[in-house]
């Protein structure tokens, strides 16, 4: 196994890499000046000028790339923010609790609902919850999170003349109040997410529950219960496992549209506000920690499954 992750670990480096060169390729190909937005119009040419040398903008785009990726890799230093002028991981890890819980809750919700509906679904296969399992999964596909949220924000306004307040409290201030803020982005972005989680559960535990094994636990007198539950729940795991694992970058993705919408002072509304902007140094690595992170967890979730099936084994 330690081969493995070592060759993992190899092949990620190339990927950041190349992850790196496209974000930053894509922020230059944007329109817009940012040194123009900086000061508003209202400047002079030499002023203009000025603010370019310090940013650093008046230097070749390779240089500009060689001393980011650069700064990163010899000092751990990700630079400053343009505009705020402030450390960009210090901002990053003020903000990631915020986004960590909002991604830990829309997980939560999505796996959650998304197992218990596709057991349902498979156990009782060709019934009215099998039915009614299979539409809400199509639902859930169906309804894009993002439009869901809105709706969530502005039909209470619309129809009973009252804004809900989204004001952030931290955990750790007040969890209670926390978790009635939180709540709503998460069950709003989780249910959206839990429909392929839902058709992935019932596919696999339909085709665990036609093995030789699960015929053998059946002609012991074994409960239903301990059938699904014990012995053929942990084997169907494995594509549901995976289906996280991919909707990883989708989770924290996710966040930036969902944070903006209900004003969570996460790294997702930090990304977006940023963008805006044209703050280069922050999108670019924003973007670089988050592929680093979901690189990590990618291979996270592949260890994992030596532990749900004993049969696989890394080399």
Not at 191 to 199: E, L, S
Not at 235 to 256: C, D, E, F, H, K
């Amino acid at each position: 196994m330690k081969q493995y992750v070592l060759r993992r670990l190899a092949l990620a480096v190339p990927t950041l890499v190349l992850v790196s060169l496209i974000v930053f390729s894509i922020m230059r190909f944007m329109p817009g000046d940012v040194v123009i937005r900086m000061v508003e119009g209202h400047a002079y040419a030499p002023t203009i000028e000025a603010l370019r040398k310090e940013l650093g903008l008046d230097r070749p785009a390779v240089v500009q790339y060689l001393d980011w990726v650069g700064g990163i890799v010899l000092r751990g230093d990700f630079g400053n923010s343009y505009w705020t002028r402030q450390p960009i991981f210090d901002e990053f890890v003020r903000r990631f609790p915020v986004t960590l819980e909002l991604a830990a809750l829309t997980i939560l919700v999505s796996v959650v609902i998304g197992i218990l509906v596709g057991i349902v679904s498979a156990v009782r296969q060709d019934t009215a919850s099998d039915y009614v399992g299979r539409v809400l999964a199509i639902l859930a596909l169906s309804v894009p999170y993002f439009g869901l949220a809105v709706l969530v924000v502005v039909l209470p306004s619309i129809y009973f003349k009252w804004t809900p307040v989204w004001t952030y409290v931290a955990l750790t201030t007040d969890p209670l109040e926390n978790l009635k803020i939180m709540i709503v982005p998460a069950l709003v972005f989780g249910v959206t997410r839990a429909g392929p989680i839902m058709r992935i559960m019932r596919s696999a535990l339909l085709e665990v529950m036609r093995q030789d094994y699960i015929r053998t636990a059946w002609s012991k007198g074994l409960p239903e219960r301990v059938i699904v539950l014990r012995h053929a729940l942990k084997n169907a795991m494995i594509p549901v496992v995976t289906l996280v694992g991919l909707q990883t970058p989708l989770y924290i993705g996710g966040s930036v549209i969902i944070e903006t919408i209900f004003r969570l002072p996460g790294v997702g509304l930090f990304f977006f506000e940023a963008l805006t902007r044209l703050d280069y140094p922050v999108v670019q690595s924003v973007n670089l920690i988050v592929a680093t992170m979901v690189v990590g967890l990618n291979l996270a979730i592949d260890l994992t499954y030596a532990f749900l099936d004993p049969r696989i084994r890394y080399r």
